[in-house]
């Protein structure tokens, strides 16, 4: 199975690179259209800015979203989770809205940005989350999170001073607040429940 991760100049895109290759996945790394053809699923990564992303974005928006219509499996990561809504409070930009909502920033009752490891909470199966449970650790590093408007699309929430969607599944539309690619065993089980999706 052929991955893309999309480099469009945020994120740290070579340990999740490799964490998708260790579960099977064939992977390139690409920030134009031409490296989109023959795909068989896109990964969205991501740290850093929603505006700078927004802006990088833009262009290969188009074809993504083409894509993503036709139902090719999508993974946003972090930042890449957040791309896929509408807007956020961070800075102006436009998400790429194939799901409704927008980013809101953490409350200031917590220290900012949340930083290290956390559970998933009032989870519901569905098979990106096959195999994970409550008890599970994933790392976080993050200031702002999505609040989709359709709630039925949040699987997982964390707690960090309020309950946030840290897993989203809509079709072929895949979102996680955390790093997969920095969460050890309980990360590459998640990795790898994406690749069972993909294969179909």
């Not at 740290?12 to 260790?22: A, G, Q, T, W």
């Not at 079709?171 to 690749?195: A, T």
């Amino acid at each position: 199975m052929r991955a893309v991760i999309i480099n469009y100049g945020v994120g740290n895109l070579f340990s999740i690179k490799r964490s998708l290759e260790r579960a099977g996945f064939n992977v390139t790394i690409s920030s134009d259209k031409r490296g989109l053809s023959g795909i068989d699923a896109i990964v969205l990564p991501g740290v850093g800015n929603f505006g700078a992303g927004a802006e990088n974005i833009k262009r290969i928006r188009n074809k993504l979203l083409e894509l993503i219509e036709k139902g090719i499996p999508v993974l946003g990561v972090c930042l890449g989770m957040q791309l896929l809504f509408e807007e956020s409070e961070e800075s102006s930009g436009a998400g790429l809205r194939v799901l409704s909502g927008k980013v809101i920033k953490l409350p200031s009752s917590v220290r900012i940005p949340h930083m290290g490891w956390n559970t998933l909470k009032d989870i519901r199966p569905t098979d990106v989350l096959d195999g994970i449970g409550e008890e599970d650790y994933f790392y976080f590093a993050h200031s702002y999170y999505a609040a989709p408007a359709n709630k039925d699309i949040i699987v997982a929430k964390t707690e960090y001073g309020v309950k946030f969607a840290s897993v989203i599944a809509q079709k072929n539309i895949f979102g996680v607040q955390f790093h997969p690619e920095k969460s050890g065993k309980s990360g590459e089980q998640l990795i790898k429940n994406f690749l069972k999706i993909v294969k179909g």
